[in-house]
C-alpha cells in the first residue's frame, strides 16, 4: 500500500472549493475522497485584466474596440453598445477585473428592484431612463438590489428606429385604391372602409 497522497484542488466562481484526493488511510488503496465546499463570494464570471493606462473604475461598462482593447461602451450606435462586461475591481494603474455576469458590489446611487440602462450620453455609464433616440440603443444591463449592489447581465440590446420608415412593395399592380367613410353607407363598386361614429371600423366593402 502507498503511502503518498495525492490531492487536486478546483476553485471556482464565488469561493467554491471541489478537491479530489487519494486517502490511502481512509479506504482500500485506490479510493478516492472527494470534497466539495461552497464560498459566499459573488458568483458571476471575472476575469483579469492587463491593459497599460486603462483608466477604468469600478462600475465602468465596457466593449472591444478593435477586438483588443477595453474602452467605454456607449448607447449611441450599436458597435459602441456591444458591451462585454463591467469594470468589477481595480487592482493598479494598468490592470483590472472585469464581470460578464453576476452579482457586482462597490456601486453608488442605485435603487432596489431598479433596471438599469446602458447610458447614451455618457460611455461607460448606467442609467434609469431607456434610451429613445433613433439609431441609438436600448439595452438594459442591471437590476439593483440595493444602493450600492446589483445583478449584471449582458442582455441583447434593440437599435430604435423612427416609425413609419418602411417601404412600399415593389409591385403594387394588384392594389385597389381604398376610401373611408364614416357613419354612413359605402360608395357602389370602390374599395372602402367604414367606420362608425366612435371610429370604430365596422366593415369594409367591395371589390378589391
Not at 456607449?74 to 453576476?102: L, M, Q, Y
Not at 440603443?137 to 416609425?163: E, H, M, N
Not at 360608395?187 to 367606420?195: S, Y
Request: net charge negative; proline share 5%.
Amino acid at each position: 500500500m502507498s503511502n503518498t497522497r495525492n490531492g487536486l484542488n478546483f476553485i471556482g466562481a464565488g469561493g467554491l472549493t471541489i478537491a479530489i484526493a487519494d486517502n490511502p488511510g481512509l479506504g482500500p488503496e485506490g479510493s478516492t475522497d472527494i470534497t466539495i465546499t461552497g464560498g459566499s463570494g459573488a458568483g458571476g464570471v471575472t476575469t483579469t485584466i492587463t491593459q497599460t493606462g486603462h483608466g477604468f473604475v469600478v462600475g465602468n461598462v465596457l466593449t472591444l474596440a478593435g477586438g483588443s482593447t477595453f474602452v467605454k461602451a456607449k448607447a449611441d450606435s450599436p458597435t459602441n453598445a456591444e458591451v462585454v462586461g463591467i469594470v468589477d475591481s481595480v487592482v493598479d494603474a494598468n490592470t483590472f477585473v472585469i464581470r460578464t455576469d453576476g452579482h457586482i458590489a462597490g456601486l453608488s446611487g442605485l435603487t432596489a428592484g431598479t433596471v438599469y440602462f446602458l447610458s447614451d450620453t455618457t460611455a461607460g455609464a448606467l442609467q434609469t431612463t431607456e434610451p429613445s433616440t433613433v439609431g441609438h440603443v436600448s439595452k438594459p444591463l442591471l437590476i439593483g438590489d440595493g444602493s450600492s449592489s446589483g445583478y449584471f447581465f449582458v442582455w441583447r440590446g434593440v437599435q430604435i428606429t423612427a416609425p413609419g420608415t418602411g417601404t412600399s412593395p415593389s409591385d403594387t399592380s394588384g392594389w385597389k385604391p381604398l376610401t373611408t367613410t364614416t357613419g354612413g353607407s359605402p360608395g357602389a363598386g370602390t374599395p372602402e372602409l367604414v367606420w362608425d361614429a366612435d371610429d370604430n371600423l365596422v366593415m369594409t366593402w367591395g371589390p378589391f
